[in-house]
Antibody, heavy 119, light 114 residues
């Protein structure tokens, strides 16, 4: 059974850093395209970042230069390093598996972890 | 970026009645080489992550009840729930994956029971 479990969220001051984790089971993270998608409280879905199976990474303009997606193949875990956090980064962060390239819809989602950026 | 616009923002439907949600893209998401529409629909219940319902605009994901159907092509798409059940109360999102950087979602449509 495919499962994605995020952790690492919390309350952080503006300008601070946080690293989110997404532990996967039931499939191999490094063999798939993975993504982070966020959802501001009471709002819609916003794509944040991709990491392709070959390791290529992409970011939304809103987080480029501040966020870094990565993975640890030995732990089958996806990460999102978030630096220089802003109030507008407050959201639930979901990790999600891309169905397959080039069909970039998301077939499995984690429950999400809440990041609150506030002083 | 391709902008996805859903309508209405919310709707209330009686149990057993039909619910219809529209999604319009700012440019066509039909890929001419394979004649496929790069459009997916998701259901998100309160406190839960989104769940994939439909991809390629009209293909139901495994396990999704057949009361859910998707239609449309090019820039105009529809998600229909043929006979609304209480468990269908949720927010529904469309997503285009024709342009992957970025993929974009509609703003969501909240479905409630009248």
């Amino acid at each position: 059974e495919v499962q994605l479990v995020e952790s690492g969220g919390g309350l952080i001051q503006p300008g601070g850093s946080l690293r989110l984790s997404c532990a996967a089971s039931g499939f191999i993270v490094s063999s798939n395209y993975m993504s982070w998608v966020r959802q501001a409280p009471g709002k819609g879905l916003e794509w944040v970042s991709f990491i392709y199976s070959g390791g290529t990474t992409y970011y939304a303009d809103s987080v480029k230069g501040r966020f870094t997606i990565s993975r640890d193949n030995s732990k089958n875990t996806l990460y999102l390093q978030m630096n220089s956090l802003r109030a507008e980064d407050t959201a639930i962060y979901h990790c999600a598996r891309v169905h397959s390239s080039p069909t970039f819809y998301f077939d499995y989602w984690g429950q999400g972890t809440l990041v609150t950026v506030s002083s | 970026d391709i902008v996805m616009t859903q309508s209405p923002d919310s709707l209330a439907v009686s149990l057993g009645e039909r619910a219809t949600i529209n999604c319009k893209s700012s440019q066509s998401v039909l890929y001419s080489s394979n004649n496929k529409n790069y459009l997916a629909w998701y259901q998100q219940k309160p406190g839960q992550p989104p769940k994939l319902l439909i991809y390629w605009a009209s293909t139901r994901e495994s396990g999704v009840p057949d009361r859910f159907s998707g239609s449309g092509s090019g820039t105009d798409f529809t998600l229909s729930i043929s006979s609304l059940q209480a468990e269908d109360v949720a927010v529904y999102y469309c997503q285009q994956y024709y342009s992957t950087l970025p993929v974009t979602f509609g703003q969501g449509t909240k479905v409630e029971v009248k």
